[in-house]
């Protein structure tokens, strides 16, 4: 069972940065696709960006040009940076290890991201 752990929310101003960090309890640097999802209220949890082992990458068409996933396999950890952001990015994100073959799926707990001046 991996323990995922989310840092790094918090209260921001519209066109501000945030950066989000997981670090994982095991390795998940083979076999393993990381990413970032968040959920607003009354909405459902969609994808934000994600990584695989390989370091190809996928965005959410809303957040290209603004977020920035990365993983550092030696250390377990998968960072988001959020620049430029909006209100509507206001959720809670959550971390995300999924192995390829789907079999097994880890989420962390959440962590809250509010964009508001």
């Known amino acids: 069972q991996v323990q995922l752990v989310e840092s790094g929310g918090g209260l921001v101003q519209p066109g501000g940065s945030l950066r989000l960090s997981c670090a994982a309890s095991?390795?998940?640097?083979?076999?393993?696709?990381v990413g970032w999802y968040r959920q607003a209220p009354g909405k459902q949890r969609e994808l934000v960006a994600i990584?695989?082992?390989?370091?190809?990458?996928n965005y959410q068409d809303s957040v290209k040009g603004r977020f920035t996933i990365s993983r550092d396999n030696a250390k377990n950890t998968v960072s988001l940076q959020m620049n430029s952001l909006k209100p509507e990015d206001t959720a809670v994100y959550y971390c995300?290890?999924?192995?390829?073959?789907?079999?097994?799926?880890?989420w962390g707990q959440g962590t809250q991201v509010t964009v508001s001046s």
């Open positions: 095991e390795s998940i640097s083979i076999n393993f696709i």
């Open positions: 990584i695989n082992n390989f370091g190809g990458t």
């Open positions: 995300n290890a999924q192995t390829w073959n789907g079999r097994y799926n880890y």
